[in-house]
Structures are given as structure tokens and as C-alpha cells.
T-cell receptor, first 112, second 113 residues
């Protein structure tokens, strides 16, 4: 089974802090994704990566950046956290275009 | 861009059949996925349609009509554990979006005894 592991289930940070969310997958998948999920808005794509050191903006990239230095790891960075970034963050990976995405358990991030 | 619509909530009785609809508008359709998400958990993959017709997988089936921009997820012999949100997601083949899915807001299904 595919395993997508996110470093924290719950995280509390303060406004202005730099926040790192880590995601690791163990199936040698090419593609990795970061989403946020908010009530009434559903899942929205922040950034994705289709190869090491490659990244593409999703629908809501503002206030975020990403890093993919190794194939198995995809990091989401909040450069200066703000309260409107309080959300559930979900990482996903997929082997190729035609394959479904596999999700991690999510990180519930609160910015105070 | 894409527009994906699905009902916000549905309620059905244990043992019954329920159909969850999803309509979409996209310029470069390249596949439709259904995911199940229990409260507080990660979405899990249920089905994938890229051609018109019905895909059956046990108690779950998914149908696609590309000309109508329409899909449905059919759940048979409902069980209490089927209470979850069901997410419709469309893959668009246009430009940089060829790798990304756009998700609907999800349908929260409640199964009652």
C-alpha cells in the first residue's frame, strides 16, 4: 500500500512565523501535491510538483512556497504565517497522470 | 477554469441505494475521480472514469457522460460506515493544469438506520 506521511497531525503557530509542513511518500511517485481544505470551500490546490526541483502553482499559491529536493519529500512553506492560513493541509502523491492521488492524514494548522 | 457542482448533503437509509450526482464544466476534460472522506480522515480513492459509461466496483459504481458534463456515484446496499463525504474531482488537460485535479466541495452523506 502507498504510504503518504505528513510530519504533524496538529500544529499551532503564531502570526508572522515561518512554518514548514513536511510530506514523505514511499512509493517512488513522480507527482506530489499540497492542498488545503476548508469548510464550504472543499479541497483547493496550492502547489504541485511533477519531478524533483520542479514545481507548479495551483489555484491558491499566494503566501506559500514549496520545496522538492528529493523525490520522496515535498515541503510546504508558509513564509510569514497569517490567521487566514488556519486550515487543514493535505499532501498527496500519484505515480503518473492516469493514476489516482493518495493522500496523507492531513495537518490541522492553527495560526494564532 | 472549472466549475464542479455536487449536492451539499444527502441522507439515505441503511440497505438502500443512493446516487450522488456531479456536474462539471471544463475546457479540456481528462478524467473524473470519486473519493470518499470520513470525518477527520484523508480522502481515499473510489473510482476513475475517463470514457463514457459505467464502472462497477463492488457496491460502488460510477457513471460518466462527457457530452453532458455529468457523473454520478451509485452506492448500493448502504451500510452505516458509508456515512462520509464524497468528493468529485475533474482532471483538466489544458496547459500547466494537465497534472492537477479540481475538486468539488463534496457531498456529505448520512446513512440512517
Amino acid at each position: 500500500d502507498v504510504k503518504v506521511t505528513q510530519s504533524s497531525r496538529y500544529l499551532v503557530k503564531r502570526t508572522g512565523e515561518k512554518v514548514f509542513l513536511e510530506c514523505v511518500q514511499d512509493m517512488d511517485h513522480e507527482n506530489m501535491f499540497w492542498y488545503r481544505q476548508d469548510p464550504g470551500l472543499g479541497l483547493r490546490l496550492i502547489y504541485f510538483s511533477y519531478d524533483v526541483k520542479m514545481k507548479e502553482k495551483g489555484d491558491i499559491p499566494e503566501g506559500y512556497s514549496v520545496s522538492r529536493e528529493k523525490k520522496e519529500r515535498f515541503s510546504l512553506i508558509l513564509e510569514s504565517a497569517s490567521t487566514n492560513q488556519t486550515s487543514m493541509y493535505l499532501c498527496a502523491s500519484s505515480f503518473s497522470l492516469g493514476q489516482p492521488q493518495h493522500f496523507g492524514d492531513g495537518t490541522r494548522l492553527s495560526i494564532l | 477554469g472549472q466549475n464542479i457542482d455536487q449536492p451539499t448533503e444527502m441522507t439515505a437509509t441503511e440497505g438502500a441505494i443512493v446516487q450522488i450526482n456531479c456536474t462539471y464544466q471544463t475546457s479540456g476534460f481528462n478524467g473524473l475521480f470519486w473519493y470518499q472522506q470520513h470525518a477527520g480522515e484523508a480522502p481515499t480513492f473510489l473510482s476513475y472514469n475517463v470514457l463514457d459509461g459505467l464502472e462497477e466496483k463492488g457496491r460502488f459504481s460510477s457513471f460518466l457522460s462527457r457530452s453532458k458534463g455529468y457523473s454520478y456515484l451509485l452506492l448500493k446496499e448502504l451500510q452505516m460506515k458509508d456515512s462520509a463525504s464524497y468528493l468529485c474531482a475533474v482532471r483538466d488537460h489544458s496547459g500547466a493544469g494537465s497534472y492537477q485535479l479540481t475538486f468539488g466541495k463534496g457531498t456529505k452523506l448520512s446513512v440512517i438506520p
